[in-house]
């Protein structure tokens, strides 16, 4: 009986040792729980409070900066400034930039120079210089000369010339020669000298151009507008003489003058002449344009006459010519006219 009661103490011990265990471990967890939750808490507490007290310090710190900068700036006189030359390059490190430069500019003006070298191709030669092939050319429009091309000794070449009919030639040369329209021209004292024929200016006048020296030469070519052309007119000055012309035989164009006026007023224009001629007078300022035939009158001297008006400065152009008869022929013509203000 005495071992059944031990035994059965002992299971009863062990019993109750289990269940305080038990009570001992949940009591542990609870705590633990508890704890941890506190631990969070406070933790959290301390970190803001920790926030706040930096940036207060930081604020602090900042307002504190400022108010330095404040009272430096109160403080500091334009002599104070900063000495931006302690930070400037140094000798050296200025000649080593300098250096690069330089070598960058010779390097810029080799490759310009590679660039300037590429020659520009030459002008297309229209023509081969033959009769059947004339080399073509057109002066230049500025001063009106050309150049021919190398024409070998004892030798010619053929050119067709656009834009200089009615022109005269020149060529100071006294070993060129020019056939023209079937007339040769020789150089006298040194240079060759005639009127070319008169042709429109889309039109190509054929020159025969020689060379009579024993070597080869290149003839410069200078045409001019002969004076009492439309492009170059015989200039007047005064009104008060009388201005004559001679033209000769198929001169479809006729005699041009320029006058300026000096002052404003009428002028009136009177012309004879041999054969049965016209005048025409253009006032450049307006375009004014009166003509023999439509504004003509006849004076008690049986003059013809016209009128124009003017003021001081105007640009005044006279024409006159011989007027085609019925087989539409030019006849040779010698003209007068003369000129007053009324």
Known sequence: MNNNFRINQKKNNRFYLAVALLVMLAVAFTCLASC???TNESSVAASSEAESSVNSEANESVNNVSDE?????????????????????????????????????????????EHSDTSEPEPEILGS??????????????????????????????????????????IEDE????????????????????LVPSAMATEAIIFEIGNNASESKIFSLSFANIEGSHQNPEKVNTLEDEHS???????????????VAEKEG??????????????????????????????????????MYVEIEV???????????????KRGKYPAANISWTAEYL
């Open 36 to 38: 941890g939750e506190e």
């Open 311 to 325: 003021q001081a400065g105007d640009e005044i152009i006279i024409n006159v010519g011989a007027k085609p008869n």
């Open 266 to 303: 009428i002028i009136k224009f009177a012309v004879t002449a041999d054969v049965d001629s016209v005048m025409l007078v253009t006032n450049n300022r307006n375009s004014a344009q009166r003509t023999t035939e439509a504004d003509g009158s006849v004076g008690d001297d049986g003059t």
């Open 175 to 194: 070993d060129a020669y020019v056939i023209c329209d079937g007339v040769k021209y020789e150089a006298k004292k040194g240079k060759v000298s005639f």
């Open 245 to 259: 012309v001679s033209l000769e035989a198929e001169d479809s164009t006729g005699y041009y003058y320029r006058y």
């Open 129 to 170: 210089g033959t009769a059947d092939d004339p080399y073509l050319v057109i002066p230049d429009p500025e001063n009106m000369t050309a150049e021919t091309f190398e024409t070998a000794a004892n030798s010619s070449e053929y050119y067709a010339i656009y834009r200089v009919g009615g022109m005269y030639l020149t």
């Open 69 to 113: 900068n404040s009272e430096t700036s109160e403080n500091t006189s334009p002599d104070d400034t900063y000495d931006v030359s302690d930070n400037s390059t140094s000798g050296d490190e200025s000649e080593e930039i300098s250096d690069v430069s330089e070598e960058s500019e010779i390097d810029t003006e080799d490759e310009s120079s």
